[in-house]
């Protein structure tokens, strides 16, 4: 039960008796976590939106100089839940 639930998108599985001080704190973080997808989101939206903007030649030399994050052109819409994943903050 707990797989499928969490494979269901379930935050947290609490278990019974309730206990409120734990599910407050899980919906806070439930909500801290929507808040933060929606960010996400929202930033990946804008920067989809700016590449689109482009010329297939701005397009070109932007990927060659890595100065546009490759996440754009594999970026889910924005309908699509966020996965995170870990990125080196190096630039060259």
Known sequence: MTVSAMKGGAVEFLTKPLNA???LEAIRHAIER???E???RKRLD???RR???LTP???EVNAQDHHWPSEI???PPSSAPVRRRSRSRGHK
């Open 21 to 23: 001080p734990a599910l």
């Open 34 to 36: 929507d808040r933060e």
């Open 38 to 40: 929606r960010a996400e």
């Open 46 to 48: 804008e920067l989809r």
């Open 51 to 53: 590449y689109d903007s």
């Open 57 to 59: 030649r701005e397009r």
């Open 73 to 75: 052109s594999r970026s």
